[in-house]
Nanobody, 130 residues
Framework: QVQLVESGGGLVQPGGSLRLSCAVS????????IAWFRQAPGKELEGVSC????????NYADSVKGRFTIFRDNAKNMVYLQMNSLKPEDTAEYYC???????????????????????WGQGTQVTVST
């Protein structure tokens, strides 16, 4: 069974950058869509971004468009979330999650839907503060 492990979170000043990593084991990235979700205390779980392996389609939440970039390294079985121009509002626990892309996860039509992703990592904390 595929396992996901997030890393790269930490404390960063507003305007700074972080790169989150998601290490995938148990299977290759082929056939999977990988998404990043985040949840801040008192806030709803939010789909941040996702990427498909077959067609490389990528989706982003409106709140992070132009600031965050999702990308993968298939040879290393890694998916990354590059976060630039970070804002305090980005403070949250970030999770990488996998879904089967053949179900339509992360297609243009479906976007980032939590029901399309069922295998969760443990999370990594991102705090943006002065």
């Amino acid at each position: 069974q595929v396992q996901l492990v997030e890393s790269g979170g930490g404390l960063v000043q507003p305007g700074g950058s972080l790169r989150l990593s998601c290490a995938v084991s148990g299977d290759t990235l082929n056939g999977y869509a990988i998404a990043w979700f985040r949840q801040a205390p008192g806030k709803e779980l939010e789909g941040v971004s996702c990427i498909r392996s077959r067609d490389d389609n990528r989706n982003y939440a409106d709140s992070v468009k132009g600031r965050f970039t999702i990308f993968r390294d298939n040879a290393k079985n890694m998916v990354y979330l590059q976060m630039n121009s970070l804002k305090p509002e980005d403070t949250a626990e970030y999770y990488c999650v996998s879904g089967f892309e053949w179900t339509g996860a992360c297609t243009v039509q479906r976007g980032i839907q939590i029901s399309d992703f069922g295998n969760w990592g443990q999370g990594t904390q991102v705090t943006v503060s002065t």
